[in-house]
Every structure is written in structure tokens, then in C-alpha cells.
């Protein structure tokens, strides 16, 4: 099947991207969210994978299209052509390699030029169950998540830490972004002069502990 292949049910589709460096753990957060699986010797992906998982909210069938996007420099030219439609993102970094974290800056560059619009994004770092192993800390990925006007999650996908509630609170900031554009666009028809509202933004640590709501002011990956 294709991901064309989609029955008429959903009232929306949404295409989310997993992105980040090779061996970061993304096809095992997939896995474990979309099919609670988890291989530990896991193949590296070559090109692209994706998985849908349906959810409903507020009434609303929505269909989440997740593409397992290769982090090989040798696959960039084959899976810039998926962040095309894509309006979610994880952005993956190993918190036991800092390496993986450095190169988060050009994760999020080639999400911005390859993407056909801006996007709600989570900065997620996962194996956060490899704590003795720790490189980066949980306050270093608030502040870039913060800087960057993104979500931000430290996620196990061995143990199954935060690794649903990443994924489902992309989709459904997703979904209240869209439902508050449309509202926004009504009310523009009888209120001149509105101008919407603003994005805030959680932040959790390996323990799940959520920090006070921040607001993110024109973010650079939230829709605008």
C-alpha cells in the first residue's frame, strides 16, 4: 500500500517526519508507537519507511502518515524529496552521543528548506533510559528545544518512555494549529483587525515531568 491508498474516512491526513542522525533509535520509536515493538539489533533504514496510526479528537478521525526518514549523509539526496508536505516533525538526537545533538542544527535546516511549509516540530532525546551513558543533558535540550520554538521530550523506546505521548502531542497541537487557523480565517470574515492566537510550548524530561507552558512568539517550527 501506498500512502496514497488512504480510504475517504479521516477527516484529516497529516504527514509527520522522523528526522535525526543515524542509529538515534527512529525506527524503534516508530515501531514501539505505531506496533509496540522494539528490536535492539534493528537494520539501519535505507531510504524511507513510514507507518499511519489513526486517532480521534475533539470528534475528528485524523490519520498520522509517519515517515522513518534515513540518517545516512549518503540517503539526504533520496529522502529530501519526503519532507515535502510534511507539517510535524521529530527531530531524534541519542542523549548518550553528543555528537547526534551537535548535528541537531542541521536537521532542522534541512527541515526548513526541504519542507514546502513550516511545521510543529518536538526535539526528542531519546535512549533516555541509558542515563550512566548520558552526554546531554535534559536542561541542554530544553534550552535549544526552546530556542528553536520547539516541543521537547526525552523518550525511551526500550522501556516506552514518553515515546506515545511525543507523537500524540505533535498530532494534536497539529490539529488545534489547523483548528485555529480555520477559526482564525471565520473570524477574520467578521472581525477586522483579528490576529489569531498564540502557540505555547510544553517541555518533558526522561521522568515525564512537564515544565510551565511557555509561549512561542512567530516560531520558526510551528505554523506561523
Known sequence: MTPYDEEATEDYIFKIVLTGDSAVGKSNLLSRYARNEFFPSSKTTIGVEFQTQ????????IKAQIWDTAGQERFKAV??????????????????????????????????????????????GNKCDLGHLREVSSEE????????????????????????????TVITEIFN?????VLAANLRKSTPGFTGTKVVALQYDCEGDASVEKPVAKSRCCFG
Open 54 to 61: 489513526s486517532m480521534v479528537i475533539d470528534g475528528k478521525q
Open 79 to 124: 529522502t529530501a524529496a519526503y519532507y515535502r508536505g510534511a507539517v510535524g516533525a521529530l527531530v531524534v538526537y541519542d542523549i548518550s552521543r553528543r555528537q547526534s545533538f551537535d548535528d541537531i542544527g542541521r536537521c532542522l535546516e534541512e527541515l526548513r528548506v526541504h519542507s514546502d511549509m513550516s511545521v510543529v516540530a518536538m526535539l526528542v
Open 177 to 181: 494549529v489547523v483548528s485555529r487557523r
Open 141 to 168: 535540550g530544553r534550552r535549544l528545544a526552546e530556542s528553536e520554538g520547539m516541543f521537547f521530550m526525552e523518550t525511551s523506546a526500550l522501556n516506552s518512555t514518553n515515546v506515545k505521548e511525543a507523537f500524540e
